[in-house]
């Protein structure tokens, strides 16, 4: 069984920046569909970023061009840069994982069956 642990969030001014971490444990995830989910107060949870085993990626349009998603399978990890951070990003952000899917990696949070606990972003104006 997979385990998530998400990291570094936290809050910043409009236009900073944020990188976030996820540590997979228990199981393997290499080669599997990550992604990035958040969900703010009041809203349904939104796909932010996906990402394929060979790190192809899928961004939703409202972060394209400021975040960026990535993976180190050696370190079972999974990261999101995240610049130019607007008072709409704020959020819960979520990592997730399929255990076994690995492509293609969809944005549907319904899809993915392990799930960290999430990590706060608080970005002010």
């Known amino acids: 069984q997979v385990q998530l642990m998400e990291s570094g969030g936290g809050s910043v001014q409009a236009g900073g920046s944020l990188r976030l971490s996820c540590a997979a444990s228990?199981?393997?995830?290499?080669?599997?569909?990550m992604a990035w989910f958040r969900q703010a107060p009041g809203k349904a949870r939104e796909g932010v970023a996906t990402i394929t085993g060979d790190s192809s990626t899928w961004y939703a349009d409202s972060v394209k061009g400021r975040f960026t998603i990535s993976r180190d399978n050696a370190k079972s990890g999974l990261y999101l840069q995240m610049n130019s951070l607007k008072p709409e990003d704020s959020a819960m952000y979520y990592c997730?994982?399929?255990?076994?899917?690995?492509?293609?990696?969809?944005?549907?949070?319904?899809?993915?069956?392990?799930w960290g606990q999430g990590t706060q972003v608080t970005v002010s104006s």
């Open positions: 228990g199981s393997t995830i290499s080669g599997r569909c």
């Open positions: 997730a994982a399929h255990t076994i899917w690995t492509s293609p990696c969809y944005s549907d949070s319904w899809r993915y069956n392990a």
